[in-house]
């Protein structure tokens, strides 16, 4: 009989900061000015995030536990707390009532942000795992986040509200947001959604 409790409990470990992103409160903000109107956060969260110098998914690439899965095909979108907040101003007093992505403007592959990010925090290049394997650390939402959603575009959001996103790029928000200690100085994984019903 093989003893195979470490890999079950390394593959957990693994799998944390997926699921506590999964688990991220959906921060929302009233607009005092158009009470039928929110900002919402989507599934960014805010300052603590897993993408900042203390954060738990920098905390994995940095012991080399965030592996990349399969192809890494999954597009992702970033966004910098500030970028979020500045675009909830600028939904206040522009655009129509609708939806706005909220996001760099570059998204990318985890193929291609998961090794920058690994640079970025002095980290050794990230680990590859079969599907198969990842599936069975992270689950189905783990593999698809690594292997098959889409980025998004914050053109209407640049278009309708005259935002643009100070750090353009996931490479530019690795190499000057993440060592940034104070509150406001993390970065989000995912997309932003300016909702005006």
């Known amino acids: 009989m093989r ?18 992103l999964l688990r991220t409160p959906q921060p929302q903000v009233e607009n005092p000015e158009r009470p039928d109107g929110t900002a919402d956060g989507g599934a960014d969260g805010g300052p603590g995030t897993g993408i900042a110098a203390d954060g738990d998914i920098v905390g994995q690439v940095r012991k080399r536990r965030l592996p990349l899965v399969g192809d890494g095909a999954g597009v992702w979108s970033f966004v910098h707390i500030d970028d979020a907040a500045s675009a909830a101003v600028a ?3 522009h655009g129509a009532p609708g939806v706005y992505n909220i996001a760099d403007d570059e998204p990318a592959p985890v193929a291609a942000w998961l ?7 002095g980290a050794g290049p990230p680990r590859h795992v079969p599907v198969w394997l ?24 640049r278009r309708e509200l005259g ?3 100070r750090y353009r790029s ?6 000057h947001g993440l060592d940034d200690q104070a509150p406001t100085r993390h970065l989000l994984i995912g997309t932003s959604s300016v909702n005006w019903p």
């Open 163 to 165: 935002w643009e996103p």
């Open 91 to 93: 939904a206040l007093g």
């Open 115 to 121: 090794p920058e990010l690994a640079a970025a925090v």
């Open 3 to 20: 003893d195979d409790a470490e890999p079950r409990l390394a593959a957990r470990e693994q799998a944390q900061p997926f699921q506590r």
């Open 134 to 157: 990842g599936r069975l650390a992270a689950g189905e939402v783990g593999v698809s986040m690594m292997t098959r959603i889409r980025g998004t575009s914050n053109a209407k959001a």
């Open 170 to 175: 996931y490479r530019e928000g690795f190499r």
